[in-house]
């Protein structure tokens, strides 16, 4: 199975997962660093939403881009396993940030200014792994930011947010 197929499947996996939880959700017709939207519109609260980068792997892999630092409220949304049991971490980008060692944060891989800066694990390491497993199914925690974002609309049709 290649890549792209992959992706289709974990973010699949994903949409399901987030629509059980009770989240609708979009997908922009135009890929441009955010792979989903996460949002809300119930009746009589304001319009709230949050972009969200999804990055599938079969096994546990991770990778962090330094591109996504200009989206303010971003979450990752990484799937481990997708293929067989799918396992949901989401992330903002300064925790993911965090799970990287200081030497690494100190390498050219991550301060290069092509716009290809990053980190990746092809295999998790065990100290990763428990890194990251506090962030898995933090349904609650996005549920948390999802109310606490507001999307405006002024009279011009200009959009803002509120929150964080």
Excluded: C
Excluded at 4 to 26: D, K, N, V, Y
Excluded at 99 to 108: A, G, K
């Amino acid at each position: 199975m290649d890549e792209q197929q992959i992706e289709l499947i974990g973010t699949a996996a994903l949409s399901a997962a987030l629509i059980r939880e009770g989240f609708e959700i979009a997908r922009p017709v135009r890929d441009h660093g955010i792979d989903l939207l996460v949002f809300s519109d119930a009746p009589g609260r304001p319009f709230s939403a949050i972009p969200v980068q999804v990055k599938t792997h079969s096994e546990e892999a991770l990778g962090i881009s330094r591109k996504y630092e200009k989206f303010e409220g971003l979450v990752y949304a990484v799937i481990w396993k997708a293929l067989t049991q799918p396992r949901f971490f989401l992330l903002d980008h300064s925790e993911a940030v965090s799970l990287l060692p200081e030497s690494s944060r100190q390498s050219d891989s991550w301060t290069r200014t092509d716009g290809k800066a990053g980190w990746t694990w092809t295999t998790a390491p065990k100290h990763l792994q428990v890194a990251l497993a506090p962030f898995e199914n933090r349904w609650d925690w996005l549920r948390q930011r999802l109310n606490a974002t507001v999307i405006s609309i002024d009279a011009r049709g200009s959009s803002g947010h509120a929150g964080f």
